[in-house]
């Protein structure tokens, strides 16, 4: 194996504790706006989110905000807020021996620019090689576009690259598509649909399915 290929939210990091700050102002907004209770405002904005699942818009919190009209822009939030982007305690230093064991790393996320941001301002951006979002190829995961575009630019084939996520429907589905080795951070223990070729619990792990690839 030659390349480790990563999703970022939900498998390096997790955005929760910023989504967890500005939801309840987006209910408040909406409540005043529409005169209705937050309880309402919630159920309206979440099922606009719900409705889009797995689309390509529904990668982008600010397809949302501007579908509700919302002074919002998710890069500020980000920026305001960085300290509410928890990087998981495993990511840095399986990150740090993969490029020591001499690895191509590369992010592949269905989100939006942003997501470069992302990595920049949790310190994360150095470590990959390349990094590709849905709009540098106008696809999202499980579309086989968005990994083999990452792989040309890692220079690797997909028989010579593993993918890490913790979506089976996104990142192992789309993983396996292509010919890719497809590892599952199950962090939370969810029920596995035996689509993976391996599962894992943290990142840690790796260091044992990769050496068990070599």
Not at 76 to 99: A, C, F, G, N, S
Not at 115 to 128: A, N, P
Not at 158 to 171: I, K, R, T
Request: no cysteine.
């Amino acid at each position: 194996m030659k390349a480790v290929l990563f999703d970022i939210d939900g498998t390096l990091l997790t955005e929760m504790p910023l989504i967890q700050l500005f939801l309840p102002q987006v209910y408040g907004i909406l409540s005043r706006r529409f005169g209705i209770s937050k309880d309402e405002a919630r159920e309206r904005f979440l099922g606009e989110i719900f409705g889009r699942r797995d689309t390509y818009d529904w990668h982008d919190w600010n397809f949302f905000f501007e579908l509700f009209d919302l002074d919002l822009r998710y890069e500020e939030l980000m920026e305001r807020y960085p300290h509410k982007l928890h990087v998981y305690p495993d990511t840095i230093p399986v990150l740090e021996w993969l490029r020591e064991s001499g690895y191509k790393l590369g992010a592949v996320t269905s989100g939006p620019e942003y997501q470069r941001l992302k990595l920049r301002l949790t310190g994360l951006m150095d470590y990959f090689d390349v990094v590709v979002t849905r709009e540098d190829v106008k696809a999202i995961k499980p579309e086989p576009k968005i990994f083999l575009y990452t792989l040309e630019k890692l220079g690797v084939e997909p028989g010579e690259a593993v993918m890490v996520g913790d979506s089976l429907s996104q990142d192992v589905y789309g993983a396996k598509n292509v010919g890719m080795v497809a590892v599952w951070i199950n962090r939370d223990g969810d029920e596995d649909y035996n689509m993976a070729d391996y599962e894992i619990r943290t990142l840690h792990e790796l260091r044992k399915v990769l050496g068990g690839l070599e």
